[in-house]
């Protein structure tokens, strides 16, 4: 079983920037990947980035390229999601997934809100 903990989210302008943290726990020496979604309200959850954790290979949905950038410390078994130029549109809440063979992600955090006003 791998845990994984996520940094609180926020509210932030239009235009802002926010950086979200998520530090994995227990059999963490499995992992391949490790990535971020989100849902916003009425919506389903949709992928935002993620990493590969050998050749930190990073992949990003379309809607956040170009202003997201996802990093990961192997050492400290952390992936981050730095977010700039964010939109009001951005507004979900944020989930850090992970997972141990190619395919779906399996673990899940608890999810952090961000918001962003206009």
């Known amino acids: 079983q791998v845990q994984l903990v996520e940094s609180r989210g926020g509210l932030v302008q239009a235009g802002g920037s926010l950086r979200l943290s998520c530090a994995a726990s227990g059999r963490t020496f499995r992992t391949i990947a490790m990535g971020w979604f989100r849902q916003a309200v009425g919506k389903e959850r949709e992928f935002v980035a993620d990493i590969t954790w050998v050749g930190a290979r990073t992949f990003y949905a379309d809607s956040v390229k170009g202003r997201f950038t996802i990093s990961r410390d192997i050492a400290k078994n952390t992936v981050y999601l730095q977010m700039n130029s964010l939109k009001p549109e951005d507004t979900a809440v944020y989930y850090c997934?992970?997972?141990?063979?190619?395919?779906?992600?399996?673990?899940w955090g608890q999810g952090t809100q961000v918001t962003v006003s206009s």
């Open positions: 997934a992970s997972k141990s063979r190619p395919g779906a992600y399996e673990y």
